[in-house]
């Protein structure tokens, strides 16, 4: 059974950075692609950063444009955690955030494509 559990969320001002963790439990995860998406108040689950698993040549990445250049996704498979750095923080970035696995090792931007969920973390960028 696989268990995801997001931490790391809070209250911050804008312009800041905060760092987001995603404990994984479950074997096999690491040959999976990870996945960060939030939510909004009344919006639908947008995709924010996805990554591959871990070669020789290092992780594939993938972020959405509205988060590009500004937020960064990692792996640690030794520690068995995904990362989301969120920088230059925005009001708009507000919403829950939720890590999830996916069903392949591809990277993929819809939630179809993510088959486990954690229970998401609540980042509040407000001055």
């Known amino acids: 059974q696989v268990q995801l559990v997001e931490s790391g969320g809070g209250l911050v001002q804008p312009g800041v950075s905060l760092t987001l963790s995603c404990a994984i439990s479950?074997?096999?995860?690491?040959?999976?692609?990870m996945g960060w998406f939030r939510q909004a108040p009344a919006k639908e689950r947008e995709f924010v950063a996805a990554?591959?698993?871990?070669?020789?040549?290092?992780?594939?990445?993938y972020y959405s444009d509205s988060v590009k250049g500004r937020f960064a996704i990692s792996r640690d498979n030794a520690r068995n955690t995904v990362y989301l750095e969120m920088g230059r923080l925005k009001p708009e970035d507000t919403a829950v955030y939720y890590c999830?696995?996916?069903?392949?090792?591809?990277?993929?931007?819809?939630?179809?494509?993510?088959?486990?969920w954690g229970e998401g973390t609540q980042v509040t960028v407000s001055s």
């Open positions: 999830a696995r996916a069903k392949s090792r591809y990277l993929n931007g819809t939630t179809d494509a993510y088959d486990y």
């Open positions: 479950g074997r096999g995860s690491s040959s999976y692609a």
């Open positions: 990554i591959t698993p871990i070669t020789r040549s290092g992780g594939y990445t």
